[in-house]
């Protein structure tokens, strides 16, 4: 989860490493470090507590000429947030490492080299790694090789940027389990944990396997996979914008990124509707033929993500007719499976890269599942290589750590994924050609909803000095319950929990009074009735409700009733409509307590490791 850049030029590279940490913060940002070989077997080393600006103001008082360099923003693992802790770790004042993952045997590691001699002088597993590299340096091995012979001893997952100060003609990286990516420039070469972080330099980028070693020169770039065989992996080339990672008019990411949600969604609905129906090519080759065998589903996924899972599976049984079994990644690996006949196996991340869901979707494929399918943000992720299918969410760049468009984007891809399915069980033509016209309404119907944003930053005023907050839902909306409630603890810090509204009466109402407010989603659908109810029982004991309601929901303001109305819109929308409200008061209250909406404490963006 934390955020690597390194460069190897023509020219100096502080301040390219230093922007291209600013673009990756919200990968980890308590702590954040640069080394740069200045001159001739000499390093210079920047670390600081906090974020990159920091750093920045470090750098800028006490400069880093040198035109070889790699750098680090954190989010801490093992060891304190602290300066020392921080990345880049350096062995003797020769060898210079930064690293993304976890090193699962660090400890056996940091005993021997002890006993060899070597003093630690932070508390992270990394910092064995930069020792056992030394070592193999000092033994008279190139770096390319006193990597790949230090890396076979590791265990864990790992992304490495090394660089040793009697080299400076080499920058070498490591990759197994953490993404990493080579930019290919003219005369010079970079590299990151993610593209954003490279794109003021260049846009063309080689994405790197599992268990690839690279060493990278001024003039090239040489590869070798895990099995020591030189190759070649292809360069690719970016389409993304070098400000599409930037704020513009919004005061925070999170805010620009909900304003996305309309157009977002088109993207993500782009090229994949014929006029009346939902097209098989978008999932990839023989994609129809497959669905036509699937007769049973099971979705894995984590936080946000699994919200989204959530939702489908209510979609997948009531309009496919196929069972769907949803399970947290970081569960699903540690217990024994019955794989249902002919099941499709589907993951689901924003980042492509998130370590449990990986690991499950490889733990799937040697389970018998008919074939996997990957719904995911990032074209070139782990996800999307390792998967048999992908649908592409096409999102953007999502910078803030709580997940508004991906998740939405996410939702609309489950919805096409459950029609191309259902086609071949219970969905005639007739219902297939109505779901279509819902969904191309669906990004005018989003745009309504943001309509109130004025109205709810002002209902945002009511949660300010609260501590709990509870959230409840019905149906389909229970996910969607849940996931309001995630927004507000992630950014606000308010402890909030979600419920099934019909579990009020098993627990949750002792917990209501005068002092936790109640969220609750109230379309106008079957179990609108029983909602209701549920609602009178928290109302009955002096609970604050608030209410967001489709716009043909009887009921009325009230002491202790603050009713929000959003457009009228069909079932089978209602979990989009209603989610983008939850967001939006998510984003207020946290603005109005004055935290860091984008990146709040102890969070990352991308969940790379276990």
């Known amino acids: 989860m934390c955020g690597i850049v390194g460069a190897i030029a023509q020219r100096p590279v502080a301040a390219i490493l230093l922007e291209g940490l600013r673009r990756l913060e919200y990968r980890g940002y308590d702590s954040a470090g640069i080394a740069v070989l200045e001159t001739a077997e000499r390093l210079g080393r920047a670390r600081t ?51 993304n993952g976890i090193i699962e045997n660090h400890e056996e590691l940091r005993r021997e ?56 003609e080499h920058l070498v990286v490591a990759r197994q389990g953490s993404p990493l990516v080579v930019g290919v420039g003219f005369g010079e070469h970079f590299i990151a944990s993610d593209v954003f972080a490279l794109l003021p330099v260049t846009h063309r980028f080689i994405f790197l396997e599992e268990g690839d070693i690279a060493e990278l020169s001024r003039e090239r770039v040489r590869i070798w996979d895990r099995d020591g065989c030189e190759v070649e992996r292809p360069v690719k080339t970016s389409s993304l914008a070098v400000d599409a990672t930037e704020r513009g008019e919004y005061r925070h990411f999170m805010l620009k990124e909900i304003f996305e949600q309309p157009s977002a969604i088109a993207d993500t609905l782009r090229g994949r509707l014929a006029a009346n129906r939902v097209l098989a090519e978008p999932f990839g080759g023989q994609s129809e033929a497959l669905f036509s065998r699937i007769r049973a589903i099971t979705i894995v996924a984590c936080g946000t993500s699994y919200h989204a899972a ?64 990957a719904i995911c943000n990032v ?28 998740f939405t984007t996410q939702l609309v891809a489950l919805l096409l994924l459950t029609i191309g399915l259902g086609r071949f069980n219970r969905l005639d033509e007739a219902g297939e050609s109505h779901l279509v016209s819902l969904l191309r309404a669906l990004p005018a119907k989003i745009e309504e909803v943001l ?14 000095d609260k501590q709990h907050t509870l959230f409840l839902g019905r149906g389909e909306q229970y996910p969607i319950a849940m996931e309001g409630a995630l927004k507000l603890k992630e950014i606000s810090y308010i402890h909030a929990e979600a419920y099934p509204a019909g579990e009020l009466k098993h ?64 079932d089978l929308l209602d979990p989009l409509v209603f989610t983008v409200p939850l967001q939006l008061l998510a984003y207020h209250v946290a603005v109005l307590k004055g935290t860091d909406v984008d990146q709040p404490r102890n969070l990352a963006k991308s969940v790379t490791v276990e």
């Open 113 to 168: 080299q002890a006993a060899a001699g070597h003093s630690f002088t932070s508390e992270t597993d990394t910092e064995v790694v930069v020792h056992a590299i030394y070592d193999e340096l000092a033994a008279g091995r190139t770096l390319i090789d006193a990597v790949r012979q230090a890396t076979s001893r590791v265990r864990g997952a790992y992304a490495l940027g090394v660089l040793d100060a009697l080299d400076p």
């Open 507 to 570: 627990g949750p109402l002792a917990l209501i009074d005068e002092q936790m407010p109640v969220v609750a989603v109230a379309p106008n659908n079957a179990l609108l009735e029983k909602l209701k109810s549920n609602l009178e029982e928290v109302r009955a004991r002096g609970g604050q409700l608030y209410v967001f309601a489709d716009f043909q929901v009887s009921m009325d303001e009230s002491d202790g009733l603050t009713v929000i109305r959003l457009p009228e819109t069909h």
């Open 379 to 406: 074209p070139e992720s782990s996800l999307v290589r390792e998967s048999d299918l992908v649908l592409l969410t096409h999102a953007g760049p999502e910078i803030g750590v709580a997940s508004t468009k991906a």
């Open 310 to 373: 959530l939702v489908a599976r209510y979609w997948l049984e009531s309009i496919a007719g196929l069972p769907c079994q949803v399970e947290v990644a970081s569960e699903y690996r540690y217990r024994t499976h019955v794989v249902p006949r002919h099941a499709l196996f589907v993951t689901i991340s924003q980042s492509g890269e998130t370590a449990d869901t990986l690991a499950a979707l490889r733990l799937a494929r040697a389970s018998g599942y008919e074939a996997s399918l």
């Open 451 to 464: 309509a109130l944003d004025d109205r709810i930053a002002a209902l945002a005023e009511d949660f300010v």
């Open 49 to 99: 507590l906090g974020k990159v600006a920091r750093l920045r103001e470090e750098v800028a008082a006490h400069p880093l000429p040198g035109t070889l360099g790699i750098a680090h923003t954190r989010w801490a693992t093992h060891g304190e947030p602290a300066a020392h802790n921080a990345h880049p770790h350096v062995c003797r004042d020769r060898c210079a490492l930064v690293h």
